[in-house]
């Protein structure tokens, strides 16, 4: 016991002349977003006590700062605020696209790097002044309408309808997803909105119909993307129907049930990690990830909104051990902060969850297409692969 | 555009409109006896499936601690006899809703109480306190309400929508289901209702009574505030059994209940608040409206819905007086 003691208390004044290292982490565990925000909060729990037990990062230990925005953009800023000076050497977060880009103006001028795991490209493009800052690990509307609009052309698809929510998320996607049909000489021939607390969506359904498209995309997320696909079913729609990596969780399987079979959609890998070949490079990381959090919460219990946060990490852990090498954050924190943020932007191929990352001076989110996006489809109430892009 | 797709849109039209209908005569009805504008009857309508679909799953749902708060708090001001209502009323739903636990078929009478419970135990406890405040006041409170008790469903329900199983399945006729069919049944039958329990009933006749001029009632032997609680009871049972009916047609979710109330909201206004034949029939129009717009601009459909307002208020400016508050 005595030497128990002592050893504790040597740890702990080690840690004490060295100084431990916070790093901040925003995310939504409450609020319309904490289906995304809780298992993302889960992750940083369980990587606490993960490096608890290995006493840190190069022997400074590392605490997580993790506060809750309850999806909500200003207090996400206000939160920004208090992780900055509490002397954090760098923020992960937040779950949500909007209270991302509210935090960005705040640690562009703390200068403080930061990791966002919402999905819009907007967070991370152009790389400006303010952006120098920033990163983010989730995939981009973009790059995964890169991925609808080939699995498209593989099967013969002429002409395509969009139906998305009338805000943001819906924009976006109609945005690229048009784009990107377009380039690819796809035909887009009729392009709808409806909102989110929508009771009906006959009338956008009716017109999808009318304009015979071979398939059709749902830019929507969560179980709201159901009610659509429910009502082009109950109308006979005969052709395909696609939903975005918004309804990648297990929510959308529930509530939807027979009405969503045969769905087809992007996703990160790691929804189907334990399907995916063996020569995938992000296989083995998934699973392992995977392995770790059921250990933790219980069989089934992941999602792929947690592997963002897992990401983060993975990212910012050979970060600090460079910039540690470089920078005492002891003596110049702000000096260590910036070092740490030309360490995370000098990092090329690392293998994580959802794909390899190598960020660019010019490309602050580093996915390769072909290794960070899968297509997906839903069979007999599960996600099944369907095709890589490698 | 063909005959099949404009009877696809009438019909869901009228599938929309009469839930609107049903919202917009609650509100009017409370309106007129208490001038109170029910912003919270969408919360109440929400709380009713999703309840049911936590107790089918056996657990206790949050919205029965609500209930027993605000009921504890509706004994403490009522004080004396009057606290013994609310308090048996509490144990009654208690074991209503610990039977229903076990005897499913229960889950369905213990929802609809439960919201029928709250909504009269909100009158007590936050409006009838406030009977001479200006209608203003109380719209505050009824918004304040609004936002509390969508933030309790967050809270109760989490993010997520429920699909609570359809009392009768299957289509009809093609865009028209059983289930569609009860909520047009249900909605004609609660016309129907209404109508004969304000013409024929003594407690109707109050109500109207109430309605009619507060302080005359009180000298004809009507309690206002007991006009007030039958009041809330109705418009909360309207709310309870519609959103019961409707949630199989379109998931349940705590954000559900502001847009149809907010709409229920706008057909009341067509009415004036002050007509019920003229708020359903602003209810149906709503309704074709809605599904007709969300047919030709869907992006621009919630701005057109209520843009009905406009030509509907600027009709009531001109008929009203200016009255300073």
Do not use: C
């Not at chain 1, 005595?2 to 840690?15: I, T, Y």
């Not at chain 2, 009709?315 to 009255?323: D, E, G, P, W």
């Amino acid at each position: 016991m005595k030497r128990w003691l002592a050893v504790a208390l040597a740890l702990a004044l080690s840690a004490w002349a060295q100084g431990t290292l916070k790093v901040g982490v925003v995310v939504s565990a409450t609020g319309p977003a904490a289906s995304l925000g809780i298992p993302e909060r889960n992750t940083f729990l369980m990587l606490q006590e993960l490096l608890d037990r290995q006493g840190g990062v190069a022997g400074r230990k590392v605490q997580f700062v993790i506060l809750d925005d309850a999806s909500d953009t200003t207090q996400a800023v206000r939160n920004t605020r208090r992780l900055v000076e509490e002397g954090v050497v760098a923020i992960v977060g937040t779950t949500t696209t909007p209270a991302s880009l509210g935090m960005i103006p705040v640690v562009a001028e703390a200068k403080v790097p930061m990791i966002s795991l919402a999905a819009s490209k907007d967070i991370i493009y152009p790389v400006d002044a303010q952006r120098f800052w920033v990163f983010k690990t989730p995939q981009t509307e973009e790059l995964m309408a890169r991925a609808i609009v080939a699995d498209m052309v593989a099967r013969g698809v002429k002409t395509v309808g969009y139906i998305g929510f009338n805000d943001a998320y819906g924009e976006g996607w109609a945005r690229f997803f048009e784009a990107e049909a377009k380039a690819k000489g796809l035909q887009v021939v009729a392009s709808e909105r409806y909102n989110r607390t929508d009771t009906s969506v006959t009338g956008q359904a009716l017109r999808l119909i009318a304009r015979r498209p071979d398939a059709i995309l749902i830019g929507a997320s969560g179980t709201p993307a159901v009610l659509p696909q429910r009502t082009l079913k109950e109308r006979g729609y005969p052709g395909l129907i696609y939903q975005t990596h918004g309804v990648a969780n297990p929510d959308f399987l529930r509530v939807g049930g027979q009405d969503v079979e045969g769905t087809l959609l992007p996703a990160g890998p790691i929804l189907v990690a334990e399907q995916l070949p063996g020569t995938f490079p992000s296989k083995r990381v998934a699973l392992d990830y995977i392995q770790r959090y059921e250990a933790k919460y219980g069989i089934g219990s992941y999602s792929t909104f947690g592997a963002h946060a897992w990401d983060a990490w993975l990212i910012l852990r050979p970060a600090l051990e460079r910039a540690l090498k470089k920078v005492d954050p002891d003596k110049d924190l702000s000096a260590f902060r910036a070092a740490l943020r030309d360490e995370i932007e000098a990092t090329k191929n690392l293998v994580a969850t959802h794909g390899v990352f190598t960020f660019t001076k010019e490309d602050h989110l580093g996915l390769r297409f072909e290794d960070a996006a899968v297509m997906v489809r839903v069979e007999k109430g599960r996600w099944k692969l369907e095709r890589t892009f490698r | 555009m063909d005959a099949s797709i404009l009877g696809f849109l009438l019909l869901d039209g009228l599938q929309n409109g009469v839930i609107y209908g049903l919202l917009a005569i609650a509100m009017v009805l409370v309106f007129a006896v208490t001038r109170v504008i029910l912003v919270p009857i969408g919360e109440l309508l929400m709380f009713a499936p999703l309840s049911l679909v936590w107790l089918l799953e056996g657990k206790i749902p949050g919205t029965l601690w609500l209930a027993l708060v605000l009921g504890l708090v509706w004994a403490g001001v009522a004080r004396g006899r009057g606290a013994l209502g609310p308090i048996l009323g509490a144990l009654g739903l208690s074991a209503l809703f610990f039977l229903a636990l076990f005897l499913k078929p229960l889950a369905y009478p213990a929802a609809v109480l439960l919201v029928v419970y709250l909504g009269v135990a909100t009158y007590r406890v936050f409006f009838q306190p406030m009977r001479e405040a200006t209608v203003l006041s109380l719209l505050i409170m009824a918004v304040g309400l609004h936002v509390a008790y969508q933030g309790l469903g967050l809270v109760f329900f989490g993010p997520e929508q429920f699909r609570p199983e359809p009392l009768l399945r299957g289509e009809v006729v093609v865009g028209l289901s059983w289930q569609g069919v009860l909520v047009l049944l249900f909605a004609l039958l609660s016309v129907l209702g209404l109508y004969a329990f304000f013409r024929f009933s003594l407690y109707g006749k109050a109500l109207l009574a109430a309605a009619e001029s507060r302080l005359g009632a009180r000298l004809t032997g009507i309690s206002p505030e007991e006009a007030g609680m039958v009041a809330f009871g109705i418009a909360s049972l309207m709310a309870g059994l519609s959103g019961l009916l409707l949630a199989p047609l379109i998931n349940a979710a705590y954000f559900m209940g502001f847009m149809l109330g907010l709409k229920g909201f706008v057909a009341a206004i067509l009415g004036g608040l002050a007509s019920y034949p003229v708020a359903f029939l602003g209810a149906l129009l709503v309704g074709f409206f809605e599904s007709f717009t969300s047919f030709f601009a869907s992006a621009y459909k919630e701005a057109l819905v209520f843009l009905l307002l406009v030509p509907a208020l600027f009709y009531q400016s001109l008929k009203a007086r200016a009255v300073e508050e």
